[in-house]
């Protein structure tokens, strides 16, 4: 692609030696990444700054360089603009042909939700004729091919190039604040976009929860021309947001317990596996929710009410509901040989614990233990409430670590010690191998336990512990088929 086709949509101050057909073979915003014939994107990131590798991608073959500040001299055409990242994805967009045209786009956004609701919609729509893609958190599914997922929203070469590749009909994709903080979704426009609920989570990043909302909410202006809107109005947060978009051009319908609401929950049968009453329009159907919790019947709800719009009968959609075998990381359930029932989630925010003690609660739990760890460098702010609600619900709280993210361990188990006295009364158990504090938990179970192993869901341990398993769900095989005990 020639230079002025890939800065279409881009405004630039007046570069140094812009050369308007110089072909461009690659754009890169890693400086180690280049070869001969890319283009560099410095971005002032958030550990390094990028412009300080520019000599470093020309060395590496770089013919041109776009950036923020103003840098003059270099041996290869500069030019800067307003916001790198912006123009970054903007590039990319162009440099791929602006795959998401030839796709029916969804996007879903929410704190808690979006991967079940992503996975609920893929499975439905597949099972009804359509190939269908999926950008997440657990993996990217592209062309029926699985790539392992790095972040819950690709940086936008990755997005762009996934697009690109993609030969389905339909693309789903997670949507993350950072994801649209960071401009990643920049040249993307959904024909749905879809909010499952807002909650108390990344709010050492955004701030405060209204910046969160604001972020979030961002994603509903990217809509195509008759793009529709579908929003969980049974939480303060999706209504704040119906009433934003009440003035925009966009078709905007919600699904939630209101009469007003164009797919109403009714009732619910509030068995491990829900039985829902609903009305669409003037019909009432029942439906079996094929995951268990309330949480997930609201997921069930918004995935029902984007594929009617697509053209999916509910009658159709609920057929297909009954093959669904559930997401990975995502109140997997396990059984123990003494009846204990083990549940690996990935659950990480206060509202989506409670979930899970809501189901326990509703079967009748005689016990509820808790494996819970914080990761460092995250949310630090949110930790006294989540150890709080564990303390006062759980017969028996373990506290463990998460990923280090760099925090030395020792902090990490001090901070461990301190939430426990302060808001735990020190009646939580302290152990920081993870894998030991989930073998413990499984050594002393018993027959109506529900352990609870969150924080992680399906993904991998970025450090070693004592068990030779990386995941949670691995530690829990591993525990199951140990044919004698594990030595300390």
């Known amino acids: 692609m020639i230079m002025d086709e890939l800065l279409n949509g881009i405004t630039v101050k007046k570069p140094e030696n812009h050369d308007p057909l110089l072909p461009i073979t690659g754009i890169q915003f890693n400086s180690r990444k280049i070869v001969p014939g890319d283009l560099f994107v410095a971005i002032d990131g958030f550990s390094a700054d990028g412009h300080r590798f520019i000599d470093q991608a020309i060395a590496n073959g770089a013919i041109a360089v776009l950036g923020q500040q103003p840098i003059a001299g270099l041996e290869v055409p500069y030019y800067q603009t307003s916001d790198s990242r912006k123009a970054l994805a903007r590039m990319a967009s162009n440099f791929y042909g602006h795959p998401c045209k030839k796709h029916i786009m969804i996007g879903v956004t929410g704190t808690n939700g979006k991967t079940t609701t992503a996975y609920l919609l893929k499975h439905i729509i597949e099972q009804s004729g359509r190939t269908c893609s999926m950008i997440g958190t657990v993996n990217n599914i592209i062309n029926n091919q699985v790539i392992k997922s790095k972040n819950t929203t690709p940086d936008p070469l990755e997005i762009q190039s996934l697009l690109a590749e993609s030969l389905d009909e339909v693309v789903i994709m997670e949507v993350s604040s950072h994801g649209i903080e960071q401009q990643r979704i920049e040249g993307i426009y959904f024909d749905y976009a879809i909010f499952t609920n807002l909650g108390n989570d990344h709010l050492d990043y955004h701030e405060s929860i209204e910046a969160y ?276």
């Open 213 to 488: 909302f604001n972020v979030k909410s961002r994603l509903f202006k990217r809509m195509k021309k008759h793009g529709t809107s579908i929003i969980a109005s049974h939480n303060e947060w999706g209504r704040k947001l119906q009433y934003k978009l009440a003035d925009s051009a966009q078709e905007v319908l919600t699904f939630g317990n209101r009469t007003d609401d164009e797919m109403q929950l009714i009732n619910v049968c509030t068995e491990y596996f829900p039985v829902i009453k609903v009305r669409h329009g003037k019909s009432t159907q029942k439906i079996q929710v094929p995951l268990p919790g309330m949480h997930n019947v609201w997921n069930t709800l918004g995935a029902l009410l984007t594929v009617e719009k697509m053209g999916i009968s509910i009658n159709e959609a609920a057929r297909h509901l009954s093959t669904f075998k559930g997401v990975p990381g995502r109140f997997e359930t396990f059984s123990h040989p003494e009846g204990a029932t083990f549940i690996v989630d990935y659950a990480h925010t206060e509202d989506a614990i409670e979930y899970c003690y809501q189901t326990a609660k509703r079967e009748n739990a005689e016990r509820i233990v808790h494996i819970l760890g914080f990761r460092g460098k995250r949310d630090s702010a949110k930790r006294k409430d989540i150890v709080s609600l564990c303390s006062d619900v759980c017969s028996q709280l373990i506290l463990t670590l998460d990923d280090l993210n760099g925090v030395p361990k020792d902090r990490m188990v001090d901070e461990l010690k301190k939430l426990n006295n302060e808001f735990a009364d020190g009646s939580a158990e302290i152990i920081p191998d993870r894998t030991k504090a989930i073998q413990h938990a499984w050594d002393k179970a018993k027959d109506g336990d529900w352990v609870f192993i969150t924080g992680k869901g399906q993904e991998t341990y970025k450090q070693s512990f004592k068990l030779p398993t990386s995941t949670d769900i691995q530690t829990i095989q591993f525990l199951k088929t140990a044919k004698h005990p594990v030595s300390s």
